[in-house]
């Protein structure tokens, strides 16, 4: 059975940190890009982050670059993110999923989702 399961979301006040991790079974995270979403309620989904399968190239949202890491760990089939300097407006609940990746030129300039889409996890930003 294939399946995403993030972890690691929570309550966090202002400023602090959060690391996420999105782990895959049934398939293998080296064959694939994983890209990591965030929906807010009354907001439009946000595509905040991803990383290709080949060279590890990333993409950030401009709402997150500077604050946010994306990383893979593929012997452990997982992709973490890295939250730090976290605002309010970061409240949302974050999933991971397979993307399509699209360049210009050698950057990784966004991504889409694809086959797969995890469940979620909440994070909230509040004092």
């Known amino acids: 059975q294939v399946e995403l399961v993030e972890s690691g979301g929570g309550l966090v006040q202002p400023g602090g940190s959060l690391r996420l991790s999105c782990t895959a079974s049934?398939?293998?995270?080296?064959?694939?890009?994983i890209g990591w979403f965030r929906q807010a309620p009354g907001k439009e989904r946000e595509g905040v982050s991803c990383?290709?399968?080949?060279?590890?190239?990333?993409y950030y949202s401009d709402s997150v670059k500077g604050r946010f890491t994306i990383a893979r760990d593929y012997a452990k089939n997982t992709v973490y993110l890295q939250m730090s300097s976290l605002k309010p407006e970061d409240t949302a609940v974050y999933y991971c999923?397979?993307?399509?990746?699209?360049?210009?030129?050698?950057?990784?300039?966004?991504?889409?989702?694809?086959?797969?889409r995890g469940q979620g996890t909440r994070v909230t930003v509040s004092s």
């Open positions: 990383i290709n399968s080949s060279n590890g190239l990333t």
């Open positions: 049934g398939f293998r995270m080296t064959n694939y890009a």
């Open positions: 999923a397979t993307v399509t990746t699209y360049y210009t030129g050698h950057s990784l300039t966004n991504c889409q989702e694809n086959e797969y």
